[in-house]
Every structure is written in structure tokens, then in C-alpha cells.
């Protein structure tokens, strides 16, 4: 009666593995063995310990799958299969390594240094619109778009960096955020002309 209650245990314990396993197969298959590494001894041991079913006494196990993905840092489980599903869980996955959190935490400690360059490159642009008669950038106050006059640009800039930050800092809506983002995609493909614009005129005023 021992061996056929141990092996009855034992069957199980392999019926619960197998379907922890099946709850995990989106992940690569050494993450999923170091997952599961162990689990079937310990859930002889757990099924050896009493009469309930493993089942009453650790819960279902894609539940069980669950908390172990949680233990293990990893996101939950897609809903659905097939290669979309597991193309966004491994994204999901990298973005969640530590050197890719540790660069999106720098770049977004850079964010106010952007919100700047943004509002410089937006009002540079204005100063190299056609048909200007006046020179793009101000002799007499160096990075500062020549906007009528110096000064007049100097106000102009200050301006547009405080709203170019108070836009930063706002919660936005998702077709605003979808805006701001086109809005900084269209800044940081100017910016270079801006640069080359600002460096002829450094040159010609050297000359």
C-alpha cells in the first residue's frame, strides 16, 4: 500500500510539473528550466506531507506559475499564444534588465537638459526662417537666436524654455503625448542644422 500511495503521489507531483511547465513555455527554455529546477522533488515532499491534493494546498498550477514568475522578477504571463505573444514577452523581459533600467533611469535624469535644447532648437529655427535680414545668432550674446533684435531674442528663448519645460512636466493625454513625441523627434532631427548654422556663423564672424 506504501509504494502504491507513494507512487500515486508521485504521479501527481509529475501532473502538476507538467502543467506549471505548460504555464511557463512562453519563456526561454533556461529560464524556464531554472524555474523549474527542484520543483518536482519538493512537490513529492509537499504531496508526501498529508492528504490533500496538491492542488488544495498550493493552488492551481498556473497560479503556482505565477508567483514563481513574480519571485523571479519576471512579467506575467501574455494572454494568448503564438509569436506575437512571445515576441512581446521577451521585450518585455529586456526592458526589465537592470542595464537597460539603469539607462532609461539616466536618460530620464537628462529630460530636463532635452526640455532646454528643445525650446533653442524650436527658436533657432525661427531665426534661420527665409527671407531674414538680420544675422541668424547674436554677436553679442553667444548661443542666443537673433529674433528682431538680441535682445529680443534672449526673450524669446527664455520664453520658450519655460514653456518647453512646463510641457515636460505635465501629464498629458495620449494624442498629447503622441504630439509632444513627433515634437521632439522633429527637434532632434533639426538639431543638427541648427549646430551647423550656429558653427558657419562662429567661423564667418572669426574670419
Do not use: C, K
Request: aromatic share 4%; no cysteine.
Amino acid at each position: 500500500m506504501t509504494t502504491g500511495t507513494t507512487v500515486a503521489r508521485s504521479q501527481e507531483a509529475q501532473a502538476y510539473l507538467d502543467r506549471v511547465g505548460a504555464a511557463l513555455a512562453d519563456l526561454p527554455e533556461e529560464e524556464r528550466a531554472d524555474l523549474l529546477d527542484e520543483l518536482g522533488t519538493h512537490l513529492d515532499e509537499i504531496a508526501a506531507e498529508g492528504t490533500s491534493s496538491l492542488e488544495a494546498r498550493l493552488g492551481s498550477p498556473e497560479e503556482y506559475a505565477a508567483e514563481l514568475r513574480a519571485s523571479a522578477g519576471l512579467p506575467p504571463a501574455l494572454s494568448g499564444g503564438g509569436p506575437g505573444a512571445r515576441l512581446l514577452s521577451r521585450l518585455q523581459r529586456v526592458v526589465q534588465r537592470r542595464q537597460v533600467v539603469v539607462a532609461r533611469e539616466f536618460l530620464g535624469a537628462l529630460r530636463p537638459a532635452w526640455w532646454v535644447a528643445r525650446a533653442w532648437v524650436v527658436v533657432g529655427l525661427v531665426a534661420m526662417f527665409p527671407g531674414q535680414t538680420t544675422p541668424t545668432w547674436a554677436d553679442a550674446i553667444p548661443f542666443v537666436p537673433r529674433v528682431g533684435t538680441p535682445l529680443l531674442g534672449l526673450l524669446v528663448l527664455l520664453a520658450a524654455v519655460v514653456a518647453s519645460v512646463q510641457l515636460g512636466r505635465r501629464r498629458l493625454s495620449p494624442r498629447a503625448g503622441a504630439a509632444v513625441v513627433a515634437l521632439n523627434v522633429g527637434a532632434a532631427l533639426l538639431l543638427l542644422p541648427v549646430l551647423v548654422s550656429l558653427g558657419e556663423s562662429t567661423n564667418a564672424r572669426y574670419v
